[in-house]
């Protein structure tokens, strides 16, 4: 009887997980293979590849342009995650206050993270107008600058501008998640170490931190994860110009790959960004886990 | 970056006088609202302005003195942008019917029937929603090709559940672990097959996630962009946000106008939709990156 019970529990498992494995098999393993063994071949759109071992890696490994796009995958995901990380915190911390309409400020906060990214990384490129940008013309007329800002013109001007998208487009996500997570603090830590005589900073220092960062790890190796795999706002935005400067490692793929029709090539890149993107993410989920156990929090 | 150190104090913040609140509290938030807000302003009042008053610097820019529908015309009527939004519709319900009635079933395996090995599909459903798209999207367009996808809307909706399928499952899980176990074991009791158990007992009490999936899921797939810019190439085929930064882009002259009303018109279905469910999608949201 309970052997029977056991098998069809098995065996309706097996039917209830059939639709989404086969997708899955079929859509995403596969295709993680196929992306490896691409990544060993000269293959070209429309065209099965041979195997040519490590060729691909060593011409990326050389490739002034690629070693352009990993510096700038690292250096946007950096600058990028640590303004999410600060300002998201800020404005998590200022929508747990009591205050009135805070589920209005709650509900449009988020408005940036839902629409298609895509869509507003258009409005950011008319923001950034070298000749209309309306925060130029603003600055203009406040006597701060003589000259229309080249948003986009040059390297590092672009840089910081699809960073500043990014960021305006991340931070709801992070605020809103450790707003649930603030959410879950018992007041009466507050009030205890109130009586104690803490200050509002020690209430933030010892109090909220050490019980916000299991929640920051996990949010911020979701952004992490998603800043580092960015393709949209930049393709949007500069597509990687002026002269390769904001290319990141997928906007990089995809213009080998897609563009240029050098699939091969193309998945190789794609492949090369698995390391780092490892690493960024093992390096923000324990370097900011251990913080429980060095404050004392148990070891996880 | 000045960190706001008056954090919550929950019960205390009766001690804060007044004016300091404000400078604390309502500035700062103020400032935070009017940047997450501007673009958007921006881009309704550009898809409104005539093209003189859009290309000159003289006048005030924050207003449009004489609003024109020029641009939504010649959207409506000059481009495929009904084509696109059409497309959008139909492969954002498609994927998403069909990546939920998936989930819910691989969700249920795993959490309820306990088949050997579902934990090990748990963890393999997890990392699937870590994968990112930017990484699969090359030989996932071989993939299309070969089975002689490659420019069509079926194309698209069989890949979006890649990424749909293991967010949709992961969240369902949740919200399956949190229906006790007895309610499960009286109907079994009772006679009920595990398809009775499903429909008539999990189902109905775990209708709030099943919303938060969906919302969620139709969100993702509306604003996909790489795949959708990947397997598809001819205009009329083209999802909304392909559509948009592809084609109504011609050369060197930027027709903001248009521009700005394609991207407006684009997002106010998802914004109106999740107005309706912010509560939802929040839980969604914060679901998602639970364990």
């Known amino acids: 009887m309970f052997d029977r019970f056991q098998n069809s529990r098995n065996a309706l498992g097996l ?14 393993t596969y295709p993680l293979g196929l992306g490896v063994w691409l990544g060993f071949t000269d293959a070209k759109v429309g065209r099965a590849g041979e195997w040519i071992g490590l060729d691909n890696y060593l011409y990326i490994a050389t490739d002034s342009v690629t070693q352009l796009a990993l510096f700038n995958t690292i250096f946007y995901t950096t600058i990028a995650s640590v303004l999410k990380f600060f300002l998201g915190l800020w404005l998590a911390l200022l929508l747990n206050r009591n205050l009135r309409f805070k589920s209005f400020f709650r509900a449009v906060i988020l408005l940036p993270y839902i629409v298609p990214t895509a869509l507003s990384a258009i409005a950011f490129w008319w923001l950034f107008d070298a000749q209309f940008s309306i925060i130029s013309w603003v600055l203009v007329k406040m006597g701060i600058i003589d000259t229309y800002i080249d948003f986009l013109g040059s390297p590092w001007n672009a840089r910081f501008s699809v960073i500043a998208a990014n960021v305006w487009r991340g931070v709801p996500f992070v605020a809103i998640t450790l707003l649930a997570g603030l959410q879950t603090i018992s007041p009466s830590y507050y009030e205890a170490s109130a009586i104690d005589g803490a200050t509002p900073w020690q209430q933030f220092r010892y109090v909220t931190l050490p019980l916000l960062t299991p929640i920051i790890a996990v949010v911020m190796t979701f952004s992490v994860l998603f800043t580092f795999t960015d393709f949209q706002l930049i ?22 790959a897609i563009s240029g029709g050098a699939l091969g090539e193309g998945a190789a890149i794609s492949i090369a960004m698995v390391p780092f993107l490892l690493a960024a993410i093992m390096f923000s989920y324990f370097g900011l886990q251990r913080r429980v156990w060095q404050q004392g929090g148990g070891d996880k | 970056m000045s960190r706001d150190t008056t954090t919550d104090t929950a019960g205390m913040t009766f001690l804060e006088s007044t004016p300091k609140k404000l400078v604390n509290a309502y500035l700062p938030l103020g400032a935070f609202l009017f940047v997450l807000l501007f673009p958007f302003y921006w881009m309704a009042i550009t898809a409104f302005k005539p093209n003189n008053e859009l290309l000159s610097r003289d006048g005030n820019p924050f207003w449009v003195n004489s609003p024109t529908l020029d641009h939504v015309k010649k959207l409506l009527f000059d481009t495929a942008y009904p084509e696109w939004m059409w497309n959008t519709v139909l492969v954002s319900v498609t994927s998403t019917v069909f990546s939920l009635a998936a989930s819910v079933l691989a969700a249920y395996a795993i959490e309820r029937l306990r088949f050997s090995g579902a934990k090990q599909m748990g963890l393999a459903i997890f990392l699937a929603y870590l994968v990112p798209p930017s990484i699969l999207f090359i030989p996932l367009a071989s993939v299309v090709f070969q089975l002689g996808l490659f420019d069509t809307r079926l194309a698209l909706i069989l890949t979006y559940p890649t990424f749909l399928i293991p967010f949709c499952t992961w969240l ?20 009920a097959t595990r398809w009775q158990i499903l429909t008539k007992i999990v189902l109905p009490l775990a209708v709030p996630g099943l919303i938060s999936a969906g919302i969620f899921a139709f969100t993702l797939s509306w604003n996909e962009f790489i795949y959708a810019l990947t397997f598809v190439s001819s205009s009329e085929l083209k999802t909304l946000p392909v559509g948009v930064v592809t084609e109504l882009v011609e050369g060197d002259v930027y027709h903001w106008g248009s521009l700005m009303a394609g991207a407006l018109f684009g997002s106010l279905p998802v914004a109106f939709i999740y107005s309706f469910f912010v509560e939802y999608y929040v839980s969604g949201m914060t679901g998602s990156v639970k364990e």
């Open chain 1, 15 to 28: 039917i209830f997980m059939l639709p989404a494995a086969l997708l899955l098999l079929l859509f995403l």
């Open chain 2, 172 to 191: 369902l899980m949740g919200y399956f672990r949190s229906i006790p176990f007895e309610l499960e074991e009286c109907a079994l009791i009772d006679g």
């Open chain 1, 235 to 256: 393709y949007v935005i500069t597509r990687g110009g002026p002269l390769n400067a904001t290319h990141l490692m997928a906007t990089l793929s995809f213009q080998r």
